[in-house]
């Protein structure tokens, strides 16, 4: 779903004066993370909670925006985040390059981030989603030329101390939250090995 079609108020981007509160800036994607939002689950009106999501992000956090590049909710609907303008494929410009988002501190250069909607502590994320992530992270990983099974050394930008990680992240690999659920954070390495399945050599 597009951000029009999950209902994206774009004026809230803008500051008072008319300027974007958090102008565009693209790098190269380095790395993907996953993440849950810790929203309820079998959510009736998934598009309400990302619109949700987007206030509290965009207004509440000050970060002018959504935070993350993609979601997706449980029954497998993926949902365009951080608005990267009209030219390139949701989440980067023309050239490919990704939009810098805001979920994972000081580690958002380069580094796309996936939400799945709901909260997975306790609970494994229905098969639809991770369908669908699986999907997602294939696509991604093949467009950026990631292993999904292997492992980067992100740098981001201008970073003076750099960090090996799986290609495909937890949130909790780059510092100490319980995001993205134990659950999800346990089924990582098969969705890793399927997202590799999916690439054609």
Known sequence: MSRSDWGADESKR????????????????????????????????????????YEMHTKGNDWGDIGYHFLVDQAGRMYE??????????????????????????????????ALLGDFTDREPPLPMRHAVTQ?????????????????????????????????????????TECPGAQTYRTLPKLREEAAKLIVP
């Open 14 to 53: 803008f500051a008072a004066d008319g300027k974007e509160s958090t102008p565009l800036v693209f790098a190269p994607a380095e790395i993907l993370t996953v993440h849950h939002t810790v929203t309820v689950n079998d959510d009736p009106d998934p598009a309400a909670t990302v619109r949700t999501i």
């Open 81 to 114: 985040g951080r608005y990267s303008g009209a030219k390139g494929a949701p989440g980067h410009n023309s050239v490919g390059e990704v939009v810098t988002a805001a979920h994972t501190l000081d580690a958002n250069t380069g580094n796309i981030g996936i």
């Open 136 to 176: 997602l992270l294939a696509s991604l990983a093949a467009k950026h030329g990631l292993d999904p099974v292997g492992t980067v050394v992100y740098r981001g930008a201008g970073r003076s101390a750099e960090r090996s990680l799986p290609a495909i992240s937890g949130h909790r690999d780059w510092l100490s």
